[in-house]
């Protein structure tokens, strides 16, 4: 356990020198830095960019913050359970089975409620069956992306790693290189991801958003611990997420501004395509679902996840602090009406 601690210690100094728009940890005695960790390289955490970007985590009280990016919401979670990470944007499919297992993270906001993922195969393949014997790759085991690969393959009657291998890749960028090197056959991707998948001739089969059922996909996670002796910087954590996302939808120009720097994107047809797709997913009040966090379990449930079926999806969930902001007139006054 110590060494694994030691290792995912490491692992976080080393994304917080590379992460786009993080500056490596001050000196000792400058301020204690707050981590925010995200897991994926996708528009869906537009809010949180902006909130860094902007200066809104500093404006509404939260001081010091660095956003690292560990690819994939399952490294996340470790994160945050080695204690090294008290916050986090993740999916979840990733925090939920890493509560079962013995972490104490909690999502206190859900940025995106419905899975905003697509399957993207190449051009000669007509529809899902045609995976069969090859390989799909998502993120990491246990993320979004592997949940969604795992609903779409069963949902057309293919048994993931029987009839079709999973892969774990490592992130967005991963995934789209492994389909243009052919490494595999189809991937499961996020915007701006998935413009660039069809820009690059490969055939969108499956967009999940369209069937919009219940589902954190892009979350605001706590470590327990952290939220019972800071629950005042946790509700200021939440109010640049909710500041985020007004900006996102008074000042467009910037919102793209910013997806492009976090995403690597310099296609302004992609940019605006990606704008308008997230656009339709964000909400102003950020609640948690119960039927999302449901959805979740009845996965972990259909794995043998032991647990699972004991679990309540109240316990994973804490929407007191957006109810606080709610009820205050913070989020009405934010959004400006």
Known sequence: MRGFRYGLTVLVLVALGMSIGCPPARAQGAGKRILIAYSAISANYAQTFIAKEAGLFDKYGLKNTDLIYLGGGSMVSQAMASGDVPLGMVAGSSLVPADLAGSNDILIATSV??????????????????LKGLAVGVTRFGSSTDLSARYILKRYNLSPGKDVNVLQLGGMPEILAGMVNGAVAGGISSMPTSLKLKKAGFVELVDLGSLGFAYPHAGAAVRGAFLKTNREETRDFVKGLIAGTAVYFKDKEYAKKIIAKYTRTTDPEILEETYNYQARYFPRVPYTSREGVQTVLDELIARNLPKAKEAKPEQFYDNSLVKELEESGFIKQVFGR
């Open 113 to 130: 409620g419905t899975v905003t993922m697509s399957l993207f195969v190449r051009k000669d393949m007509k529809k899902v069956e045609d």
